[in-house]
C-alpha cells in the first residue's frame, strides 16, 4: 500500500487492480487490528467500472496493463481477445506485456468493446470514430487516473493535477 503527498492529504495508489498509475481520494481510513492505519475500499465493481470508462476515453493510446486490466474487467481470455480483434493470443499477451506497441486499429476495438460490454456511457464520445480518434499509436507515460472515492456508490473521475 503506497501513497503520495499531495499537499494536505494522502492519495492512495490502487496497484491492486494491476494498474500503477491509478489513485483514489477521499477513501475512510480506519485502524486494524494491529493499530495500523489501512484504507477501505467499498464497491470494488463500481470502482473498476470507473477506471474501466477512464481508460476507455484517454486521449492516448492503451498500455498493455491498461489492455489487460480492460480484458479481465470484460470477463475475456486472452484468446478470446485475440479473436475478436483479428490477432493472434500469443499477440495479445505481448500487447499486454509491452513487447510491442498496441496498434490503433486493434485499440481501437478494444474499446469499442469496452464500451459495449461493460456498459461505458453512450453518445457521440463513445462512437467508434470518437474511440478512433482516441487510439493514437504513442501511450503517455506520465497520464494518471485519480478517482474521486468520497461517494463509493458513484465513483468518478477527477481532473489530473499536479502531485507534489
Known amino acids: 500500500m503506497a501513497s503520495i503527498k499531495d499537499k494536505s492529504?494522502?492519495?492512495y495508489r490502487y496497484e491492486e487492480c494491476g494498474l500503477t498509475n491509478v489513485y483514489i481520494d477521499g477513501l475512510p481510513i480506519v485502524t486494524d487490528a494491529h493499530g495500523e492505519p489501512t484504507y477501505v475500499i467499498k464497491n470494488l465493481p463500481g470502482l473498476h467500472k470507473c477506471i474501466s470508462k477512464a481508460i476507455t476515453l484517454k486521449k492516448s493510446g492503451l498500455s498493455?496493463?491498461?489492455m489487460r486490466f480492460l480484458r479481465t474487467e470484460m470477463g475475456?481470455?486472452?484468446?478470446?481477445?485475440a479473436q475478436f480483434i483479428h490477432k493472434d493470443s500469443q499477440t495479445i499477451g505481448r500487447y499486454e506485456r509491452e513487447e510491442t506497441p498496441i496498434d490503433p486499429?486493434?485499440?481501437t476495438l478494444v474499446r469499442a468493446l469496452a464500451v459495449q460490454k461493460l456498459k461505458i456511457g453512450k453518445g457521440k464520445h463513445t462512437?467508434?470514430?470518437a474511440l478512433s480518434?482516441?487510439?493514437v499509436a504513442s501511450v503517455k507515460q506520465d497520464g494518471w487516473i485519480l478517482i474521486d472515492g468520497h461517494d463509493p456508490d458513484n465513483y468518478k473521475t477527477k481532473p489530473q493535477r499536479k502531485v507534489a
Do not use: D
Open 9 to 11: 492529504r494522502e492519495l
Open 64 to 66: 498493455g496493463a491498461e
Open 76 to 81: 475475456m481470455t486472452q484468446a478470446e481477445l
Open 105 to 107: 486499429a486493434s485499440a
Open 127 to 129: 462512437s467508434v470514430e
Open 133 to 135: 480518434e482516441l487510439s
